[in-house]
């Protein structure tokens, strides 16, 4: 039972409740933090006061008052006119991934919305969500779309007071959410990444004094100095070092643990946004029982969320197109020393896997549309009457965080294939033990690609492969 309210909210809690699909409770002081919120806006509406949401309507309509109104049907056309997402449908895990945002949201004491709204979204999230949201139709001035649709399906039978339907649309919970998961599949993109490299460095018989600790140390990197103690724990047994050929080698070689070191900081950063969006309140209006106030806010803002999705996405290009450069280097004979294309065959006219290198970079020339700052990007003055003249777009800057994340391991399964090829041609002395698994389970592959089976096809056996390590590590981690 993961119980939340008294200590911070980590991703390890998301992942254990909307992946694992732990049950949830909240805490004593949870409870209470709700319950006074929920009295303050009662309060609040009682003694009259002009509260946006609570007794005007949203957006072009605030200056409109609700009083008379009937409050069910406000609540209807509320949701019904914020139901502006496309059609395209993200898996349950992310509905799941919402309402943990929503709970996260109201255990802060800042929410207007009654206990048993929130004791609601409790048992359904303790229940099995096969519901699936689109993801778009929203410029992250609050995630409304993807908001209104989810509460349309989990309210239908349940009356919903129109503040509390204000609050559970107009926040950012869509995009923390599926950010949360696309980190997941990121933490094990990343983790194989290192084995991959590996691989290479052993194929092209590289130099190894660039990753000496004093080397590295000198950097004054201490994520550098951790990751370059793992790079030499996994290349323990390898025979790497005393089998260089060039005096200096490419960059893509040379520079790669940079690189990645690159990725995995902007990975920590991302996570640390996330996990303060998961431990704040990001919605608007505010509860604020310590001056007996319900105020409208921007907390809603997601700017910081939308850089650090794209700083995580450039530095993801830079690794795809250190991958894809090394992917080149072992599949050219100026390059490797090996026969271009690696594959010997007795069919003299067979390039073997030389193909791989333009699949690369096409994939490479995806990844880095991808990689476009969104945060570039204006939303024009008069939505919503003007009062709505700005937005993050950080919703989009998730999405295609999730499509590079994708297409990485398409480019890394290349590199793997590539790197086994190149090893099988030009056998070391001794290997690495994480290389040695890669040689066991790829040779096969290798094998039957020289004979009949399509390129394609064994670079999808690997990207399976590769995602299957990938998944066994982090859920062992």
């Given at each position: ?166 609050i559970l649309i107009n926040n950012s919970a869509p995009t923390v959410a599926a950010a949360a998961l696309a980190l997941s599949s990121l933490d094990q993109l ?122 995580m996405r450039l530095a993801l290009f830079q690794l795809a197109q250190s991958s894809a450069e090394r992917t080149s280097k072992l599949l050219n004979k100026q ?126 056996a690997t990207r399976r492969l590769l995602l299957d390590r990938g998944h066994r590590q982090w859920i062992e981690s």
């Open positions: 039972m993961i119980r939340i309210g008294d200590d911070p909210i980590t991703l390890q809690t998301f992942w254990q409740v909307v992946l694992a699909r732990q049950p949830v409770t909240l805490s004593t002081a949870s409870w209470a933090r709700i319950e006074h919120a929920w009295q303050l806006t009662e309060r609040v509406r009682a003694a009259g006061k002009n509260v946006y949401g609570l007794t005007t309507g949203v957006g072009a309509l605030r200056d409109h008052s609700l009083a008379g109104l009937d409050h069910s049907r406000v609540t209807q056309r509320l949701l019904a006119s914020h139901r502006i997402a496309p059609a395209e449908d993200e898996g349950s895990a992310v509905a799941r991934g919402i309402i943990f945002c929503w709970i996260a949201l109201c255990v802060t004491g800042r929410a207007p919305v009654r206990p048993q709204t929130v004791d609601r979204l409790l048992r359904i999230l303790s229940n099995e969500v096969s519901l699936s949201i689109p993801l778009r139709g929203s410029v992250s001035a609050s995630d409304l779309g993807p908001n209104a649709e989810l509460v349309s399906h989990l309210f239908s039978a349940v009356e919903l007071e129109p503040i509390e339907t204000l990343l983790s194989e990444s290192m084995h991959v490299l590996i691989a290479a460095l052993e194929a092209f018989a590289a130099r190894l004094e660039a990753y000496h600790p004093i080397v590295v140390a000198a950097r004054a990197w201490p994520l550098a100095t951790r990751c370059a103690e793992r790079m030499h724990e996994l290349l323990q047994g390898s025979s790497l070092g005393r089998t260089a050929r060039l005096l200096q080698d490419p960059l893509s070689f040379r520079t790669a643990l940079w690189v990645l070191v690159s990725a995995e900081e902007a990975r920590d950063h991302l996570a640390a946004t996330l996990e303060r969006w998961l431990n704040g309140y990001t919605s608007n209006p505010i509860a604020l029982p310590e001056v007996e106030a319900l105020v409208s806010c921007g907390n809603f803002e997601s700017m910081d969320l939308a850089l650090a999705l794209d700083t390059w490797s020393g090996l026969p271009t294309g690696l594959l010997k065959n007795s069919f003299e006219a067979d390039t073997g896997l030389a193909i791989l290198e333009l699949a690369a970079q096409a994939v490479l020339a995806e990844i880095r549309l991808a990689a476009q700052p969104i945060s570039l990007q204006t939303v024009s003055g008069v939505v919503a009457a003007g009062i709505e003249d700005r937005g993050s777009f950080a919703l989009i800057a998730t999405r295609l965080l999730q499509t590079q994340i994708a297409q990485l391991w398409d480019i890394l399964a290349i590199e793997a294939l590539t790197s086994v090829a190149a090893l099988t041609a030009r056998p070391p002395e001794t290997t690495a033990r994480s290389t040695q698994g890669l040689l066991e389970e790829l040779r096969p592959l290798l094998e039957r690609a020289r004979d009949d089976l399509p390129v394609a096809e064994a670079v999808a």
